[in-house]
């Protein structure tokens, strides 16, 4: 068994979302250090922007230092699958996270993105009464898990005859942008009902606009995922709740299959880290874990 090991993560871009993820990373590094005596280094290497062409190159950079492993979620599942086979085929170990897995035997550590955006929709649908206008905002639409929520969403919003879905606008996984999109859907639609999104950028931007609109209680949004800026929205009431994947496990989980697989063991085609519900009534628990 190798006692060192350095093992690459490759998010999307820089953000407290994947910041979670490399703190869980590192809390699973410690453990195999602490009770197997094997020494993870992580090397997290996070994309400037969710840019396709920033991602392969960075790949293929990482490629080159030989690690023994290689954890990544794909900005764009059809643009990287060259890249990703390319490094496979060198003989290191890759995955992704937060992503679906491609063909081909690489394995997936994250949730039921079709799931986790039903979740989202259903709750909305609940909270305005089965009428009403909802605007949904896409993160970075070529990203597998960001359009499967948003197929998601979509398919469910579609059988409600009462519901009238709008362009809530593309945040392309960047907080800025998220906010900048969501006050002019609001400032067009002054009887907005409720508000979906497919990312973690997408939550904290439409906050901020609901927020500097004065419409806090009057346009109901149910956010993704819970990373502290969007539990301390649903505590303050901005936002009615989120439905979480678990960036921290997701590191975790990560770090242990490549840890796995460096000693030839088969990995499965799929982890699955869950789904929180996060609401006014529980918040307090995450926060506190936060």
Not at 79 to 93: A, D, V
Not at 184 to 202: E, I, M, W
């Amino acid at each position: 068994m190798k006692r060192d090991l350095r093992i690459l993560i490759v998010p999307k871009v820089a953000h407290p979302w994947f910041e979670e993820v490399h703190k869980g990373a590192i809390e699973q590094a410690e453990l195999l250090n602490r009770e197997l005596g094997v020494n993870v280094k992580i090397d997290y290497i996070a994309p400037s922007s969710a840019n396709v062409t920033e991602q392969n190159s960075v790949l293929t950079k990482a490629a080159d230092i030989q690690p023994d492993g290689i954890a990544i979620d794909p900005v764009d599942a059809l643009s990287n699958m060259q890249e990703i086979y390319r490094i496979k085929n060198l003989g290191i170990p890759i995955i992704v996270f937060d992503s679906p897995s491609p063909e081909a035997g690489i394995t997936s550590v994250g949730n039921d993105f079709t799931q986790q955006g039903v979740i989202a929709a259903r709750r909305l649908i609940r909270l305005i009464g089965e009428s009403g206008k909802v605007a949904v905002m896409q993160g970075f639409p070529t990203a597998p898990n960001h359009k499967e929520r948003y197929e998601a969403q979509m398919a469910i919003l579609k059988t409600y005859q009462g519901i009238t879905i709008i362009d809530g606008g593309i945040d392309n996984d960047d907080i800025r942008t998220a906010r900048q999109q969501a006050a002019a859907v609001l400032a067009a639609n002054p009887d907005l009902s409720g508000y979906l999104c497919c990312d973690a950028s997408g939550p904290i931007g439409i906050a901020e606009a609901i927020e500097e609109a004065k419409k806090v209680g009057k346009v109901k949004v149910v956010g993704m995922d819970g990373i502290k800026p969007i539990l301390e929205a649903i505590k303050e009431g901005i936002l009615e709740s989120s439905s979480s994947s678990i960036p921290r496990m997701q590191g975790s989980m990560s770090i242990l299959m490549l840890w796995q697989a460096s000693l030839g063991v088969q990995l499965p085609r799929k982890i699955d880290t869950g789904i929180d519900v996060i609401t006014p009534e529980n918040v307090d628990h995450f926060l506190a874990l936060s």
